[in-house]
């Protein structure tokens, strides 16, 4: 069975190569450049943010990321307390997503976008294992590791190189073996094909460096990284086939935890910031990753039922998180509104509540649960989608629109967010608006011909004012600059 599975990702892997290879620009509307020439010698950021872009976009077109409103924004507000202590090259931006994949691992693309399988998040024991995790990935971008391993292999063209970050796409695509999607991690991260390695050791002790110190700087406890190290080590021998995913992408040697966790001690941080969020999304994960809604509801209340953790604000949530998903909507309501009076600045339980209530159809209680919570929380993302949810559902899209619009221009906007204020403004009736948004919408997807495209059916929309005539002028303009020329795809089709 191992065998077949890994002669079809072979074969998938062949058919990337030869597809990213000739046709990879065009299908994706982004014209990849000669990354392998030695006159170019390292990555520019630019290329490595475009080459990000594409596999990114890919791997959403797999539906493997992601795109929980919640777990969205805890991965990327933990990865960004971690790079606002990190030394951020000038244009380096930073993208951090969640895998739907049960295997221990974490990854870094060019350009900085950073994956966390979801089975890192459950089995991480605290939020400082899982910041050790993303804050060496961090390390792993901020050092240019992976301009550095393409420049010490100079022979890897483009079309090497992207199809190695494809089979990324092909392993998480049908949840391929272990061993596959470990040496497609390796792969991804720039090397060539023959080593089916990561970073070499260097890199990796080089992340384990900057990634203890940022840690410390950003609150975090940096014992939490070789903590997790030597759990995920004490399990299996990294050369196992049954070692995490973790290991073999990120081999720990003895020595390497050692320095790592005296370099931990280098950087004690008194009180570590460890927040409750961290548990709600480890329940929310838990749900959304299991077979059946009923396996989680045995695991939270089984959990609950162990000695001191009758009080779990993570298996009681989860609990009544299931409840809501099996129809047990009164169970629910009862559990979300004891959590919400035990722990008041906990977001999320104020937004699962509400979501309850509607379910109930108990529209008014509902809509005050939200509004309370905008009030003490505003322009918070998954609140504020859930209530324009809300209020979509309830025939009241210009006003989905207006809040929605209100948090786009205030805070870099998720694809979510896009969408829905896409739906928001095509239910209130505002054509041009709504072309404009999808637009946006497919230019975060990856593809741009479709993006330009939506922004020609803006233009020609009746009755736009002048500041809408230049605005989708102006981004228009700004699409076409991405577009390569005829010339340039006559060249790479070659």
């Known amino acids: ?46 290329t490595e943010a475009q080459l990000g872009r594409q596999v990114y ?21 933990v990865g960004m307390r971690l790079v606002a202590h990190a030394d951020i090259k000038r244009g ?45 990935e961090v390390s792993h971008v901020t050092q240019r590791h992976i301009s550095r391993a393409v420049y010490a292999n100079q022979r890897a063209s483009t079309m090497t190189l992207a199809a190695m970050l494809g089979a990324i796409l092909a392993g998480v695509a049908v949840g391929a073996d272990a061993d596959v999607i470990a040496g497609a991690v390796g792969i991804s991260q720039g090397l060539a094909i023959e080593q089916q390695i990561s970073f070499t050791r ?8 900057v990634a203890v110190a940022v840690m410390a700087n950003a609150g975090f406890d940096p014992m939490g990284m070789p903590d997790f190290f030597e759990t995920m080590s004490r399990k299996t021998s990294s050369l196992s086939r049954d070692a995490p995913t973790f290991l073999r992408t990120h081999p720990v040697s003895a020595d390497r935890m050692a320095e790592t966790r005296a370099r931990a001690r280098d950087h004690i941080v008194e009180e570590p910031v460890e927040s409750d969020d961290f548990y709600l999304a480890r329940a929310r994960a838990r749900l959304l ?15 609950q039922l162990k000695p001191g953790q009758s009080d779990n604000l993570e298996f009681r949530y989860g609990e009544a998180l299931t409840l809501t998903q099996l129809g047990q909507y009164a169970k629910a309501e009862k559990l979300f509104t004891d959590l919400k009076k035990e722990y008041e600045g906990v977001i999320p339980l104020r937004s699962a509540l509400a979501d309850t209530q509607i379910m109930l159809n108990k529209r008014e209680a509902a809509l005050a649960t939200y509004e309370q919570a905008i009030d003490l929380f505003p322009r918070n993302i998954p609140l504020t989608v859930r209530y324009a949810e809300a209020l979509l559902r309830y025939e009241q899209p210009q ?25 928001a403004a095509s ?65 790479d089709n070659r």
């Open 1 to 46: 069975m191992r065998g077949h599975l890994c002669d079809r990702l072979s074969m998938m892997v062949l058919s990337l190569t030869l597809t990213i290879g000739a046709g990879v620009a065009a299908a994706q509307d982004v014209n990849l450049p000669d990354m392998g020439s030695p006159a170019d010698g390292l990555l520019s950021i630019q």
């Open 57 to 77: 976009a890919n791997l959403l077109a797999t539906e493997s990321v992601i795109t929980d409103p919640e777990l969205q924004e805890y991965i990327q507000d």
């Open 92 to 136: 380096q931006q930073f993208q951090f997503f969640m895998v739907d994949n049960p295997v221990i691992n974490a990854f870094a693309l060019p350009g900085g976008y950073i994956g966390v399988h979801s089975g890192l998040l459950l089995a991480a024991a605290n939020e400082s294992e899982l910041a050790g995790v993303l804050a060496h």
């Open 202 to 209: 260097s890199n990796e002790y080089e992340a384990d460096r």
């Open 289 to 303: 990753t299991s077979s059946r809604p009923e396996v989680a509801l045995e695991y939270f209340t089984k959990e």
């Open 399 to 423: 006003k989905a629109h207006d809040i929605l619009l209100d948090l786009l221009n205030q805070v870099p906007p998720t694809l979510e967010q896009v969408r829905l204020i896409a739906l």
């Open 427 to 491: 239910a209130a009736g505002d054509v041009a608006n709504t072309h404009y948004y999808m637009a946006e919408y497919q230019a975060m997807s990856g593809n741009l011909k479709l993006a330009i495209d939506q922004l020609v059916l803006a233009l020609r929309t009746p009755e736009l004012d002048s500041v809408q005539q230049a605005r989708f002028e102006a981004r228009l303009k700004q699409f076409q600059e991405y577009l390569p020329t005829r010339k340039q795809e006559r060249e």
